[in-house]
C-alpha cells in the first residue's frame, strides 16, 4: 500500500494539528503553545505543548512528538495508512492509492461472508459434534459468538456452493478460503471449529480451524494473502481493543483455545500468535497498545524455545517504560488448560508471580558454571551477541553492568559489534560521559537558531564539528535546510534515527525562540564553540584511556575518526593511529 509524498505533504497543510488535539484533548493557549495534560504518560500537570506555528506537538515529561500524522497514531492506536485515512476523512479529501495497490490489500469480503456461513452452521442440527466439544471445553454460546466461532461442515464444496456464482475465479483464489487443483475450487476447512481472525479494525482477514475428529494437522490456518501476514498479526487483539479503552495489560499466549479459555474464566485481555514464534512486529503492535506484557508459554520444550525467541525478538525494541514478564506451565499444561483445572486466582498468583524480562535472561546466564574462568567465557560468549541487540542505550549499559558483574569481566571492552551500526551512531551523539546541561542546552540552542533561520544551515561556523563522527545527526539537519529552507519540522523529525536527538530538536520547536537574524548566527556560533572544546576535551579522554588500556572498541573507532578529520594531523596522531589500526597498546 503506497501513498504519494505529495500527497502527506498537502494533507498536513489542509490540518490544523490545534484542532486535532482539540477535539481530543481540551486545550489552553499559554504563550505561543497550546498546553494540555499529556495523553502518552500519566500526566497530573499540563506537560504537553502544541505549537500552531510550526505544526508540532512536543511533551517535556515523556518527550513524545511529531505533527498531526503522529499524534493520531499514538492517541487512537492506528497504523500509519488508518492514520493518514483518519485525518484525510476529517479533511474531506481522498487518499491517492497509487496503482491500485490498495485495493490489493484490502480484505476480501468473502472472508466476512464465510464467517457469517460459518456461524450459521454451529448449530446442534449441522454440527452436534462442534457443539459437544465446545460444551466439554467449557465454551459458552456468549463467548462463542463473542469471538464468531463458527463450524465447517466435513464437505469439499460447502462454500463453494454457497458463494455459487456470486464470486469470481480471482475472488475464490485471492481470498485464502479455497485451494486450487487442476483449476478447480475446494473448501480448504473441512470438518473444523472454525475461528476467525480479524485485523486492528474489525477488518475478518483469515480464520484459523481446529480439527473435532482425530486427524492431522490439529489446526489449519489461512494461508497468508495480500490482506493477510500471520507474522502482524495476532488473534484476539481487536476483541480486547473493542472492550477496553485502556489496556493495562496483554498476555500472549500460543493458541486460540487459550485465548477463549481465558477469556471464559475472567481473563479478557489475551492475545494470541499464528502457528508462528512471536516476531519483532507482534511486540511492536503491541508495545503501542500497553507497556505491560506477560508471554505465557506451554509448560514444555517448544514452549521454552518460544519464550527465548520472544526474548530475542524483544531486545532490539524495548523501552524503559516497558515491563515484560514471562509465566511457565507446569509440564502437560497449557493457559487454557490451567485455568480450567486449578480456576482465575490460581492463574493470577501467576501472573503476579512471573519472572521478569531481565531476570528471565540473567537466569539463563547463571546456568553455565561462573565459578570457573572456562564457565564465565562461556557466559560472556552467550549475553555479548544479544545485549549487542538492544538499541536503546540506558537498557543497554545496565544490562552489559549485570551481565559484567556476573561474568566477572568488563563486557563492555569486548570487540563484538553493535547490532545497528546506523543506530548507535545517532543514540551516541550525546556521550553519557559528557551529556552535561551545557552541552545539551547548546545542541537545542543550534537546532532553535536554525528554526529561526533556516539560511544558518550554510554557514561554515559548524565545519570544525565535522571532526567528530557523533555530530553526523547534526549535518543531517543541516543537508535537510541546505535542500529545502522552508522545511517543516515535522518532515525533518521523520529523518531523525535517535530518539534522544528527537527530543532536543522537539523542545526547540515548542520553545520558538524569538530571535534577530543576527542573535541566532551569533547564537549558533557560540553553541558550536562550546561543542567543539567539549570534542577536544572528548579526544584527550579517549587518548588517556588508550594510555591506560581501558578504550573499548567503539571509543577506538571514534578516536581513529576523531584525528583522522583534523585539518592538521601530528607525528604523535600519525604514530596513534597507527597503534590504532593495528590494535597494538
Known amino acids: 500500500m503506497s501513498i504519494p509524498t505529495s500527497f502527506i505533504d498537502q494533507l498536513l497543510d489542509q490540518t490544523d494539528i490545534v484542532d486535532v488535539v482539540g477535539r481530543r484533548i481540551p486545550l489552553n493557549k499559554k504563550g505561543s503553545n497550546f498546553w494540555c495534560q499529556c495523553p502518552f504518560h500519566d500526566d497530573s500537570n499540563p506537560s504537553m505543548a502544541v505549537n500552531q506555528d510550526k505544526q508540532f506537538f512536543y511533551c517535556f515529561v515523556c518527550q513524545e512528538s511529531g505533527n498531526a500524522i503522529h499524534f493520531i497514531r499514538r492517541y487512537e492506536n492506528l497504523d500509519f495508512v488508518d492514520a493518514i485515512e483518519t485525518l484525510a476523512s476529517s479533511a474531506g479529501i481522498t487518499v491517492p492509492y497509487e496503482t491500485n495497490k490498495h485495493e490489493k490489500s484490502k480484505p476480501s469480503g468473502l472472508v466476512e461472508k464465510a464467517v457469517n456461513y460459518y456461524k450459521g452452521n454451529l448449530n446442534e442440527k449441522i454440527a452436534p459434534q462442534a457443539i459437544k466439544y465446545l460444551k466439554d471445553r467449557k465454551i459458552s454460546g456468549v463467548t462463542a459468538k463473542k469471538f464468531n466461532i463458527g463450524y465447517a461442515q466435513d464437505k469439499w464444496d460447502g462454500l463453494l456452493n454457497h458463494f455459487g456464482s456470486a464470486a469470481s475465479s480471482k475472488e475464490l483464489s485471492n481470498s485464502g478460503l479455497f485451494s486450487q487443483k487442476d483449476d478447480r475450487f475446494y473448501d480448504r476447512f473441512r470438518g473444523r471449529i472454525i475461528f476467525p481472525i480479524r485485523n486492528i479494525k474489525g477488518d475478518f482477514i483469515a480464520m484459523g480451524g481446529r480439527?473435532?475428529?482425530?486427524?492431522?494437522?490439529?489446526?489449519?490456518?489461512?494461508p497468508e494473502t495480500s490482506f493477510f501476514n500471520k507474522s502482524n498479526e495476532l488473534f484476539g487483539l481487536f476483541e480486547v481493543k473493542d472492550s477496553q479503552k485502556n489496556i493495562d495489560s496483554l498476555i500472549v499466549v500460543e493458541g486460540y483455545m487459550d485465548v477463549i479459555g481465558l477469556y471464559e474464566h475472567g481473563i479478557?485481555?489475551?492475545?494470541?500468535?499464528?502457528?508462528?514464534?512471536?516476531?519483532?512486529?507482534?511486540?511492536?503492535?503491541?508495545?503501542?497498545?500497553?507497556?505491560?506484557?506477560?508471554?505465557?508459554?506451554d509448560g514444555d520444550l517448544?514452549?521454552?524455545?518460544?519464550?527465548?525467541?520472544?526474548?530475542?525478538?524483544?531486545?532490539?525494541?524495548?523501552?524503559?517504560?516497558?515491563?515484560?514478564?514471562?509465566?511457565?506451565?507446569?509440564?502437560?499444561?497449557?493457559?487454557?488448560?490451567?485455568?480450567?483445572?486449578?480456576?482465575?486466582?490460581?492463574?493470577?498468583k501467576l501472573l503476579d508471580e512471573s519472572i521478569s524480562l531481565s531476570s528471565y535472561f540473567l537466569s539463563k546466564i547463571k546456568e553455565f558454571n561462573l565459578e570457573t574462568l572456562e564457565g564465565r567465557a562461556q557466559a560472556a560468549a552467550f549475553a555479548i551477541p544479544i545485549v549487542n541487540k538492544i538499541n536503546n542505550s540506558v537498557i543497554k549499559e545496565v544490562?552489559?553492568?549485570?551481565?559484567?558483574?556476573?561474568?566477572?569481566?568488563?563486557?563492555?571492552?569486548?570487540?563484538?559489534p553493535p547490532s545497528s551500526p546506523k543506530r548507535q551512531e545517532t543514540s551516541n551523539a550525546i556521550k553519557a560521559s559528557s551529556n552535561t546541561p551545557i552541552r545539551v542546552k547548546a545542541v537545542i540552542n543550534i537546532f532553535s537558531s536554525i528554526l529561526a533561520f533556516p539560511s544558518i544551515a550554510k554557514e561554515k561556523l559548524f565545519d570544525e564539528l565535522k571532526v567528530d563522527p557523533n555530530f553526523n545527526f547534526l549535518f543531517l539537519i543541516l543537508d535537510l535546510y541546505k535542500q529545502t529552507p522552508d522545511i517543516k519540522p515535522s518532515r525533518v523529525i521523520e529523518n531523525i534515527e535517535s530518539d534522544q536527538i528527537k527530543g532536543y530538536f522537539s523542545e526547540a520547536v515548542v520553545a520558538g525562540l524569538e530571535l534577530s537574524e543576527k542573535n541566532a548566527l551569533k547564537l549558533a556560533n557560540d553553541c558550536v564553540k562550546i561543542l567543539i572544546k567539549n570534542q577536544k576535551d572528548r579526544e584527550q579522554i579517549l587518548k588517556d584511556k588508550y594510555n591506560v588500556g581501558s578504550i573499548s572498541a567503539i571509543e577506538r573507532r571514534d578516536l581513529q575518526q576523531i584525528i583522522l578529520k583534523k585539518q592538521e594531523i601530528t607525528d604523535n596522531d600519525r604514530d596513534l593511529l597507527r597503534k590504532l589500526s593495528s590494535k597494538q597498546d
Open 211 to 222: 480439527i473435532i475428529d482425530e486427524g492431522e494437522p490439529k489446526y489449519l490456518n489461512s
Open 399 to 416: 544490562y552489559a553492568h549485570e551481565v559484567s558483574n556476573l561474568c566477572g569481566m568488563d563486557i563492555k571492552t569486548m570487540d563484538a
Open 268 to 297: 479478557k485481555n489475551a492475545v494470541a500468535t499464528l502457528g508462528t514464534a512471536v516476531t519483532p512486529n507482534h511486540i511492536s503492535k503491541i508495545m503501542r497498545y500497553t507497556n505491560k506484557i506477560f508471554f505465557a508459554f
Open 302 to 348: 517448544a514452549g521454552g524455545k518460544a519464550a527465548w525467541k520472544a526474548v530475542e525478538n524483544t531486545f532490539p525494541i524495548i523501552r524503559e517504560d516497558i515491563n515484560i514478564h514471562f509465566v511457565f506451565f507446569e509440564q502437560g499444561h497449557d493457559p487454557d488448560s490451567y485455568i480450567a483445572e486449578h480456576g482465575l486466582k490460581a492463574f493470577q
